[in-house]
């Protein structure tokens, strides 16, 4: 179960601390150069509002230095499972600070982990581009294979067609499609799986 947290909207339709990212959203959704955060606890949240953005940021640059790297706030993480090679796949976004969900799609047959992966970072990045202030959210993948893929704009799957990937084939085309005809500010980042442990994004399946 997600923990509890905290957002706090330093400038939004309504300024203020609130309980739930839905709340969130409603303030600083068509609003320009919001600014919100989320947090923990409701001290960390009631300081940091009282701070103002500018001294909260400070603050935490300057903590930043000294502390070990830690994921981007309000960031996306990305993951796809297939069981085989190709096999049965799925793909899914989640927030990267709390693993709640954002999409999932599948399963797909006659699928490959890779082809999930870059269908799973361009669907974040449409998913993004679509929402007031998201477009430049950062996007977590473990994939270096599906970033080349969506910096080239193309998924350079081996992949074979069947009668059971027809629609996966669709999709990839799609997505293509999409990455060459939009632009995006999104700033997709290698997951260290090393040094932190699996994606949130992960379907626990390895």
């Given at each position: 179960?997600?923990?509890?947290?905290?957002?706090?909207?330093?400038?939004?339709h309504e300024?203020?601390?609130?309980?739930?990212?839905?709340?969130?959203?409603?303030?600083?959704?068509n609003y320009?150069?919001?600014?919100?955060?989320?947090?923990?606890?409701?001290?960390?949240?009631?300081?940091?509002?009282?701070?103002?953005?500018?001294?909260?940021?400070?603050?935490?640059?300057?903590?930043?230095m000294l502390?070990?790297?830690?994921?981007?706030?309000?960031?996306?993480?990305?993951?796809?499972?297939?069981?085989?090679?190709?096999?049965?796949?799925?793909?899914?976004?989640?927030?990267?600070?709390?693993?709640?969900?954002?999409?999932?799609?599948?399963?797909?047959?006659?699928?490959?982990?890779?082809?999930?992966?870059?269908?799973?970072?361009?669907?974040?990045?449409?998913?993004?581009?679509?929402?007031?202030?998201?477009?430049?959210?950062?996007?977590?993948?473990?994939?270096?294979?599906?970033?080349?893929?969506?910096?080239?704009?193309?998924?350079?799957?081996?992949?074979?067609?069947?009668?059971?990937?027809?629609?996966?084939?669709?999709?990839?085309?799609?997505?293509?499609?999409?990455?060459?005809?939009?632009?995006?500010?999104?700033?997709?980042?290698?997951?260290?799986?090393?040094?932190?442990?699996?994606?949130?994004?992960?379907?626990?399946?390895?």
């Open positions: 179960m997600a923990s509890k947290k905290f957002y706090v909207v330093w400038e939004g300024p203020g601390i609130y309980d739930s990212w839905k709340e969130c959203q409603l303030q600083v959704a320009p150069r919001a600014k919100f955060k989320s947090f923990k606890t409701r001290k960390e949240a009631e300081d940091a509002y009282s701070s103002g953005p500018e001294k909260y940021r400070a603050k935490e640059k300057a903590r930043k502390k070990k790297p830690e994921p981007e706030p309000m960031s996306i993480a990305v993951d796809a499972a297939c069981s085989g090679n190709p096999g049965k796949m799925e793909y899914r976004g989640v927030w990267a600070e709390n693993g709640d969900p954002l999409f999932h799609m599948g399963p797909f047959y006659d699928a490959t982990n890779n082809v999930g992966e870059f269908l799973a970072l361009v669907h974040a990045l449409a998913f993004l581009k679509k929402h007031p202030n998201m477009e430049s959210l950062p996007i977590y993948t473990d994939s270096k294979i599906a970033m080349n893929w969506v910096k080239n704009k193309h998924c350079k799957t081996k992949l074979k067609r069947t009668p059971k990937n027809r629609v996966l084939f669709d999709l990839i085309a799609r997505a293509e499609k999409w990455l060459k005809t939009n632009n995006y500010k999104n700033h997709i980042i290698k997951w260290p799986t090393k040094e932190w442990g699996e994606i949130p994004a992960d379907f626990g399946r390895k």
